[in-house]
Structure formats: structure tokens, C-alpha cells
């Protein structure tokens, strides 16, 4: 089974700072890696997949990066509305699916 | 716009079977390339793909649940199904229901919050 590791739990930043989030498999997953965005109360919603491609209508403040093993979302000008929780999900053995522990981010 | 709506008992007994439905609206579960899946959330916690299933049936469980764990699709309802037995208080969670296809739009349910307890 394919493990990933989210790092960190959980950060405290401020409006505008540049986040960057990391995530890595137990092996290598190619370039087999989405992004999600959680909210309170709200499912999930995917915003970055094979690693560095956005979804349809997320901006462009939001990236990825990576490959193999180790993966970065980077949030470059973090808003209001980017506070929330974050999870890397590999599918390189799609439909089998492994989510990341998740990152909160948190205001300061 | 595809809808995934849960449904099913809030509350479940210590032992017995966790239930849930998940129905699909403004689109056919029978559509080929997509499968349909069962991801949980306990209180607090992180997210944990449960299965998957295809429309013709095939199906693909977490390792970690495989053994309690059955999904069934029923496509002239538009509907597939979530079986999980033996519960504990550990499989508390809101439990959603996804059509998640990684380099396609994803579409989820709202969530459902299934409490065991006796």
C-alpha cells in the first residue's frame, strides 16, 4: 500500500504569505498526485491534479510541484478565503486511492 | 450538473451493519471511465477513501477495510451502496459519497454523519 505523509499538521500564517505545503509517498508515484481544499462543514473540493495542473476554475495563486516521491502546493498570496485544510491524494494505483493526513492552515 | 445525494441511518448499534445509499441525479452512474466511491471523515480527523466501484460491478477496497466492507451499484435506481459491518465507535464519521475521477472534475456528496452507539 502507498502511504502518504503531509507535513506540517498545521500552520499559522497571515494574509498574503506564501504557503507552501508538502506531501510524500512511501514510493514512487510518478506525477500521479492530486491536491484537495476542505473547508468546515464542506466536502472537499480538488484543486490541483497530476501534480501541477489546475483544476478548471481554481486561480492561479495556487500551484504544484513535484514528482516521484516528494510533492509541494505552494498558495502564493495566501486570502481569507484560502484558510482551510488541505490533503495530497496519490492515484497511481487509481481506483485505489490513498489521501494525505491533511495540512490546516490557520490564520495568525 | 451531476448531484450525489447520501442517505441512510444516522445512528448504528455497536456490531451491527452501517447502511448508506448514495443517489446520483443529473447524470448516468452507467457512464463509462468513472468510478463511483465511499470516502469517511471521522470527527476532527482526515479523510479515508473507503472503495470504489464501476457501473458494471468491479469494485476496489481499502486494504485496511476490505474485510468489512462491500459496495454495491444498482443502476437502474442510479444508486450505489455502502455495507460496512461489525462497527465500532472507531467508524464514527461523516461518510461521502464521490464520483472522483483524478484528472476530471470532482463531484461529492454533501456528507452524511454516521454516530455508533448504543
Known amino acids: 500500500d502507498i502511504q502518504m505523509t503531509q507535513s506540517p499538521s498545521s500552520l499559522s500564517a497571515s494574509v498574503g504569505d506564501r504557503v507552501t505545503i508538502t506531501c510524500r509517498a512511501s514510493q514512487g508515484i510518478s506525477n500521479y498526485l492530486a491536491w484537495f481544499q476542505q473547508k468546515p462543514g464542506k466536502a472537499p473540493k480538488s484543486l490541483i491534479y497530476a501534480a501541477s495542473s489546475l483544476q478548471s476554475g481554481v486561480p492561479s495563486k495556487f500551484s504544484g510541484s513535484g514528482s516521484g516521491t516528494d510533492f509541494t502546493l505552494t498558495i502564493s498570496s495566501l486570502q481569507p478565503e484560502d484558510f482551510a485544510t488541505y490533503y495530497c491524494q496519490q492515484y497511481n494505483s487509481y481506483p485505489q486511492l490513498t489521501f494525505g493526513g491533511g495540512t490546516k492552515v490557520e490564520i495568525k | 450538473q451531476l448531484q450525489l445525494q447520501e442517505s441512510g441511518p444516522g445512528l448504528v448499534k455497536p456490531s451491527e451493519t452501517l447502511s448508506l445509499t448514495c443517489t446520483v441525479s443529473g447524470g448516468s452512474i452507467s457512464s463509462s471511465s468513472y468510478y463511483w466511491g465511499w470516502i469517511r471523515q471521522p470527527p476532527g480527523k482526515g479523510l479515508e477513501w473507503i472503495g470504489s466501484i464501476y457501473y458494471s460491478g468491479s469494485t476496489y477496497y481499502n486494504p485496511s477495510l476490505k474485510s468489512r466492507v462491500t459496495i454495491s451499484v444498482d443502476t437502474s435506481k442510479n444508486q450505489f451502496s455502502l455495507k460496512l459491518s461489525s462497527v465500532t465507535a472507531a467508524d464514527t464519521a461523516v461518510y461521502y459519497c464521490?464520483?472522483?475521477?483524478?484528472?476530471?472534475?470532482?463531484?461529492w456528496g454533501q456528507g452524511t454523519l454516521v454516530t455508533v452507539s448504543s
Open positions: 464521490a464520483r472522483l475521477t483524478p484528472e476530471d472534475k470532482d463531484y
